[in-house]
């Protein structure tokens, strides 16, 4: 494991060389693991016997969260262009999790400011190493039936971003039910997109819809928010510049410091000094930078945000979770 609270270049983007200037970059991914958890942690205590942030547990089946989303991004992307953006306060589970897993490169933020900080402090890191890098990022707490097909949809994204660099692009799944504690995606316009992929302008983003509003949305073709999107590596810190100038400004800083002494030093300074920022609601919803949706139909999926989800989640699989002693089929 390549794990650090200030990162080393030395074994990171092996094989690699600079992109020229039209040239598309490499496909990378960041699965954001920095959570804590706190709504599931009276089920994290009666499953690990402790209070563990959500994704080191194996609340559906043998594996941690964090390792079946790992094994889903595997599918498209190799590990050597993973990035597992956590927290050092997670330094023990983060060495459970990755004792035998080679390639992974893990970036330990010194504390929590946010995801916003967690998506700009992983593409500023990126960027040094791959200028015209694509970037996925995936929460770490999803359940995912058919994870082959939603990898496929993951994939059309990532190629609609790569020839058009100037979107930001999320996944928005088909909803079942007129859920209100996911976000919501209005969609607008449709837009042209190669192969079978459907794709929209996003209209509006709803967050936690009241039950009318939801049912609304449910009839009306909203999608649910993911929070798995794509973006250019440098669209993606233009639209933070432009948003959160104080945040990207002190990473920004950074470039001057990785691999060197002086790295850990810095990306301290750096987030001691930076604001609380919520990605969605401080950057998606007020950039000027064109935000599409790629909607995902007829696939299970789950955001595991409380007990009563991950239970509902198990009553409608056929997973065998040790922690209940049987199959909940």
């Known amino acids: ?18 992109a020229g200037p039209h040239e598309v970059g490499s496909l990378w991914a960041v699965v954001l ?19 563990r942030p959500k994704q080191f547990c194996s ?3 043998t594996r941690t969260l964090l390792h079946q989303t790992l094994d889903r991004v595997g599918l498209l992307i190799p590990p050597e262009r993973t990035v597992v953006v956590s927290l050092e306060s997670h330094e023990r589970y983060l060495a459970r999790e990755f004792g035998e897993r080679s390639g992974a490169i893990v970036l330990k933020q010194p504390m929590s400011r946010g995801t916003g900080a967690a998506v700009l402090f992983a593409a500023q890191w990126i960027e040094a190493r791959d200028p015209r890098a694509t970037v996925v990022f995936f929460p770490s707490d999803h359940f995912i039936a058919e994870e082959a097909a939603f990898m496929q949809r993951v994939r059309e994204m990532a190629r609609f971003v790569e020839r058009q660099p100037e979107w930001i692009v999320l996944l928005g799944v088909q909803p079942s039910e007129p859920e209100t504690q996911y976000g ?6 449709r837009l042209a997109c190669p192969g079978r992929a459907t794709l929209y302008r996003v209209r509006r983003f709803r967050e ?4 009318e509003v939801a049912r609304t949305l449910l009839v009306d073709g909203g999608l649910w928010n993911t929070f798995v999107f794509a973006a250019a590596v440098g669209l993606l810190l ?16 950074l470039s001057g410091f990785w691999g060197g002494e002086h790295e850990r030093w810095a990306v301290r300074q750096a987030y001691a000094l930076a604001p609380t920022v919520n990605f969605s609601r401080s950057i998606l919803e007020t950039c ?12 299970t999926w789950c955001d595991l945000g409380s ?7 198990l009553a409608g699989s056929r997973i065998s979770v040790p922690w209940l002693g049987a199959s909940t089929a």
């Not at 693991?33 to 009666?46: I, S, Y």
């Not at 936690?208 to 039950?211: G, Q, R, Y």
């Not at 007990?307 to 989640?313: A, E, I, N």
């Open 238 to 253: 233009a639209a933070g510049r432009e948003c959160v100038p104080s945040m990207s400004e002190r990473f920004a800083r």
């Open 184 to 189: 919501w995606i209005e969609p607008g316009e």
């Open 59 to 61: 609340l559906l089946g």
């Open 33 to 51: 693991a920095g959570g804590e958890g706190v709504r599931l942690r009276p089920l994290v205590r009666r499953i690990c016997g402790d209070q």
């Open 208 to 211: 936690k819809p009241t039950e």
């Open 1 to 18: 494991m390549r794990s650090h609270i200030m990162i080393r270049q030395r074994g990171i983007g092996e094989g690699s060389r600079p």
């Open 288 to 299: 000027t930078q064109p935000l599409g949706v790629l909607e995902v139909p007829g696939l």
């Open 307 to 313: 007990p009563d989800r991950v239970l509902k989640t």
